[in-house]
C-alpha cells in the first residue's frame, strides 16, 4: 500500500496497514517525516513537483491512500490515479465539499442533522469560523460585538467566509462513515478528549459514549450526509454532545488520525481494510468485538510527564512501534532509554473501560517509576 505523507494521518496509516497485514511505502518530501519509520519502506519524493517519480512507485501499489491536507498534492494524486496498481483511497469531490463549511452545512440541514444555532438567532456566546480552513485555524469565541468585529476581521485576512454559529459546550464525539460512490456504512461512535490548546489529546472507545438512541441517530446522519455527496472514500463527522443531545461541528472527508487506531484496539475492527475493501468492490469484513480502549498522547520532558495534544506529538522523531512497553498494551514512540525528552502515543484496550482505565494508570506509574518523573501534568480546556 502507498502511503503519501508522513505526518500525523501518514503514521496512523502506517499503524493500520500493519495491523492489516499489507506491505507499505510512505512517500514524502521531507526525509524526516516520523511516518517513514513505521512503513516497510520510504522514498523522498514531492509528487506535485516530481510526478512522474511518484507515478513509478504508486504503480507498484495495490492500493495508494493520501495521508496530507495539501490541496495542490492531492489534485496531483487525484490527476495521476489511473496509473495507479490498484484503488485510489480518496474522494476529491467529497474533500472540496467537506472543506466548505458552508457547503456541507447546506448538505446536512437538508436532512435535519442537529447543528448549532445560527447568527444571529443564537446570540452571544458564538463561535465565528472560517469556512474552508482546516483545524482551529481562524476560530474565535465571541461574547460581544468588539469581539465579533475582531473575529470577522481575522477571518477576511485569511481570505475566507465567516460562518457564526452558537457557543455549544460538552464531550467532543466523533463517528467514521465509509462510502462506495452509491451507499455508506458508518461505524463506531468515539470520544474526543482535548488539552489545553483545544486539540486532541485522548481518544476513547467504549460503549455508552452515548445512549442507543442518539448513538443510532448519530450514525444515521453520517450515513445520510456521506450518500447525499456521493461519498467514495472515509470521512468522519464531529459532534458536542450537549445537555440538548449532539450538536454537529463539521464533517472532513479523509483519513483522520487517532480515532481510527483506536476503534481497532477497542472493536477489531481496521477502518483502513474497510475503505480497500469498499473501493475494491468487496465486501466488508468488519466484526464488532466487545471491548473498550484508550488512545493517548505524553510529553516526557526531565522529570514531567504531560499529557499532550496531536500537534505537540508530532514532532516525534525517529517512531517506533512497541508492544508491552511500561506495560501499556501498545506504543508508537520515540523513547530509548537514557533519553530526556521523548514523547509517546500508549494504547490499553480491554474488555470494558474500567479495566482500560486501571492499565492505563499502571502504565503512567511505570513511566513515572523507571524513568523517574516526579511531576504529572494533565491539563484541559478553560471552561467558557
Known amino acids: 500500500m502507498g502511503i503519501v505523507g508522513g505526518a500525523l494521518q501518514g503514521i496512523e496509516a502506517a499503524y493500520l496497514a500493519r495491523k492489516a497485514g499489507y506491505e507499505t511505502v510512505v512517500l514524502d518530501r521531507r526525509e524526516d517525516a516520523p511516518a517513514r519509520s513505521l512503513a516497510d519502506s520510504s522514498v523522498t519524493v514531492n509528487v506535485v513537483e516530481e510526478p512522474e517519480k511518484a507515478k513509478k512507485i504508486l504503480a507498484d501499489c495495490d492500493a495508494v491512500i493520501p495521508a496530507l491536507e495539501e490541496m495542490d498534492a492531492l489534485v496531483a494524486l487525484d490527476s495521476m490515479k489511473e496509473y495507479f496498481g490498484g484503488p485510489f483511497l480518496f474522494d476529491l469531490k467529497s474533500y472540496n465539499i467537506s472543506s466548505s463549511k458552508q457547503r456541507s452545512n447546506e448538505i446536512m440541514g437538508r436532512y435535519g442533522v442537529p447543528m448549532p444555532r445560527p447568527w444571529p438567532e443564537c446570540g452571544f456566546p458564538a463561535i465565528v469560523k472560517p469556512s474552508c480552513q482546516s483545524g482551529s485555524v481562524g476560530v474565535s469565541e465571541v461574547e460581544n460585538k468588539e469581539q465579533m468585529d475582531a473575529a470577522l476581521k481575522r477571518v477576511e485576512e485569511l481570505g475566507d467566509t465567516p460562518v457564526i454559529q452558537e457557543f455549544v459546550h460538552g464531550k467532543s464525539i466523533s463517528i467514521e462513515v465509509i462510502g462506495n460512490g452509491t451507499s455508506a456504512r458508518s461505524y463506531i461512535t468515539t470520544e474526543v478528549v482535548l488539552d489545553r490548546n483545544y486539540d486532541c489529546k485522548q481518544v476513547l472507545c467504549h ?28 470521512m468522519d463527522m464531529e459532534a ?25 484496539a477497542g472493536t477489531g475492527i481496521n477502518l483502513l481494510d474497510e475503505l480497500y475493501r469498499a473501493c475494491s468492490g468487496k465486501e466488508s469484513a468488519a466484526k464488532k468485538q466487545p471491548g473498550a480502549s484508550s488512545y493517548e498522547h505524553f510529553h516526557i520532558v526531565g522529570d514531567r510527564m504531560y499529557t499532550t495534544g496531536e500537534k505537540e506529538f508530532s514532532h516525534v522523531s525517529d517512531p517506533q512501534y512497541c508492544e508491552g512497553l511500561f506495560g501499556s498494551d501498545e506504543m508508537i514512540t520515540d ?27 499502571d502504565a503512567i506509574k511505570a513511566i513515572m517509576d523507571e524513568c523517574q518523573i516526579d511531576e504529572y501534568i494533565d491539563l484541559s480546556p478553560e471552561v467558557v
Open 240 to 264: 458536542i454532545d450537549t445537555p440538548n443531545g449532539f450538536r454537529v461541528l463539521e464533517i472532513d472527508a479523509r483519513i483522520p488520525s487517532q480515532t481510527p487506531a483506536c476503534i481497532l
Open 207 to 234: 460503549p455508552g459514549i452515548l445512549s442507543e438512541e442518539e448513538d443510532t441517530r448519530f450514525g444515521l446522519c453520517a450515513k445520510m450526509t456521506a450518500e447525499d455527496m456521493g461519498l467514495n472514500g472515509l
Open 335 to 361: 523513547y530509548r532509554p537514557g533519553k530526556s525528552e521523548w514523547r509517546c502515543t500508549m494504547i490499553t484496550h480491554g474488555k470494558d473501560k474500567d479495566e482500560v482505565f486501571w492499565k492505563r494508570k
